[in-house]
């Protein structure tokens, strides 16, 4: 029997896991990723960073900028391989991919039409802006907001489900 | 008893499975429905919608990432 | 069978070649062990979070968990089962993370924990975030993971997600000064108790899932 007809292997590696399973391992890493950092999981602050190392690259003054100069003033002083979130984001990328390799399921999908390059641009600026401007995205002000009792993570609840239902309109009349 | 196919390679979600339940919806009882996606979410929303619904469903692994959902209409 | 007779037909006619990609596969985690160890030289702190991104990666990827689906399917395809996993993994994580609140207030520390100003700030961003994850077919998470999987939609909607979060960062100063500074953080727990808190959120919690649940149901049967 090849390892490809294994039943564990087959069960772990080549099929997808019950959402179930996902929830419960997502729900766990997060709390022993705050108990050990002392900070639940989080993406997007680190896409600010990076940003604004970019940014800076190209000679703008983003240290002169409120975000960059108070709330995230230790941000400019790191850089790609010495912030831990933006180690963790490549992570998930990275994570990701091995579990595709894995399965033997990664494949190069091309960008199939214009409303895909449309979709995605409009898309990640929204979602960049927004993220910002709500302190967090679906893991940082939902995920590990709600679960850390603050009430902006409930607001972002009822909000993203408005904006998914906006976003459910434009994709079905635009980008589908 | 009919076989169709739809194309929804390199096509996010949730865009396979709303192409899936429109082209359903067109065709008659018996038809098979063949839909290739290489998206490795509507892998398993397509086929878990369809069996919700009660039609008889079976996934091929057609390519590196690639799938073929087959879909008998049932009712 | 119908079924039967189209798949052998259609398997015959698209014959492709398959690579096994486990070798692979297991470079990169050696290549992840390794740079687990090369951080852990810099400092703990970063191989952790190398170590738990990488997990993340992988559960997010196997179980295909996606955020966005959990508010997206209901309104348009009328699954649910995403719904119910997040508001499931949300509920775990809100009994961890109380514990972890109680052992810190305990020893006299501030709550830590993802704990924000709350106010029409949030509103607006969560809506715009709303509508940018389902027409880019991902949230953050799941552009990162998809990205990792080859869609290279999301290399795109990653690199404006990135000149987004800088456009945010740019006008962060003045929402500061027109919303965010008059907006305060609310911890529920501090303001209403700990067993008030506790029981209003997971009641509430536990009501949205068997709305879901419902809803599920009823989307099959029309």
């Known amino acids: ?176 | ?75 | 069978m119908e079924i039967q007779q189209a798949r052998e037909t259609a398997v015959r006619r698209t014959p492709k070649k398959r690579k096994n990609q486990l070798p692979i596969a297991i470079i990169v985690l050696i290549l992840v062990i390794v740079l687990a160890v090369v951080f852990g030289q810099i400092s703990s702190g970063l191989a952790v979070a190398w170590i738990f991104g990488v997990a993340f990666g992988v559960v997010l990827q196997k179980s295909r968990f996606c955020f966005t689906a959990a508010f997206r399917d209901p309104i348009l395809t009328g699954g649910t089962s995403l719904s119910k996993a997040v508001l499931t993994a949300i509920s775990i994580a809100l009994a961890g993370f109380a514990v972890i609140q109680l052992f810190a207030l305990q020893s006299g520390k501030g709550v830590p924990g993802a704990v924000n100003p709350v106010g029409i700030h949030v509103a607006i961003g969560a809506t715009m975030f709303g509508i940018g994850a389902v027409i880019s077919g991902g949230c953050a998470s799941g552009t990162l993971m998809r990205f990792g999987e080859g869609f290279m939609m999301q290399w795109l909607s990653l690199a404006f997600f990135v000149v987004g979060s800088l456009w945010g960062a740019h006008d962060f100063g003045w929402w500061q000064q027109a919303v965010i500074s008059a907006s305060p953080k609310i911890h529920l727990p501090s303001l209403l108790g700990w067993p008030a808190a506790l029981i209003l959120q997971f009641a509430v919690l536990g009501g949205l899932f068997f709305l879901a649940d419902w809803w599920g149901k009823k989307r099959n049967q029309a």
């Open chain 1, 1 to 176: 029997m090849s390892l490809q007809e294994n039943r564990i292997f087959k069960a772990v590696i080549k099929e997808p896991w019950p959402y179930t399973t996902g929830a419960i391992l997502l729900a766990v890493l997060n709390i022993a990723l705050f108990a050990i950092s002392n900070a639940p999981w989080g993406v997007t602050t680190a896409f600010s960073y990076w940003g604004g190392w970019l940014a800076k690259t190209f000679g703008i003054p983003v240290e002169q900028w409120f975000y960059f100069a108070e709330p995230h003033r230790q941000a400019l002083k790191l850089s790609f391989f010495t912030h831990s979130g933006t180690l963790m984001n490549l992570g998930i990328i990275v994570g990701a991919l091995l579990a595709a390799l894995a399965a033997s399921q990664f494949k190069l999908k091309k960008i199939k039409s214009v409303a895909q390059v449309i979709a995605a641009i409009c898309g990640g600026l929204l979602m960049g802006y927004g993220a910002r401007l709500a302190f967090g995205c679906n893991i940082g002000a939902l995920f590990s907001g709600v679960a850390s009792s603050s009430l902006h993570g409930w607001l972002f609840m009822v909000f993203m489900f408005v904006g998914a239902w906006i976003g459910s309109k434009l994709l079905v009349k635009y980008f589908m």
């Open chain 2, 1 to 75: 008893m009919a076989e169709y196919r739809l194309d929804c390679l390199g096509e996010a979600c949730p865009v396979p499975l709303l192409k899936t339940q429109k082209k359903l919806a067109e065709l008659k009882v018996g038809d098979v429905l063949v839909v290739e996606i290489d998206h490795s979410c509507a892998m398993k929303n397509v086929p878990e919608w369809a069996r919700k619904e009660g039609h008889p469903v079976e996934i091929e692994e057609v390519g590196d990432g690639e799938w073929e959902v087959y879909i008998e209409k049932a009712k």
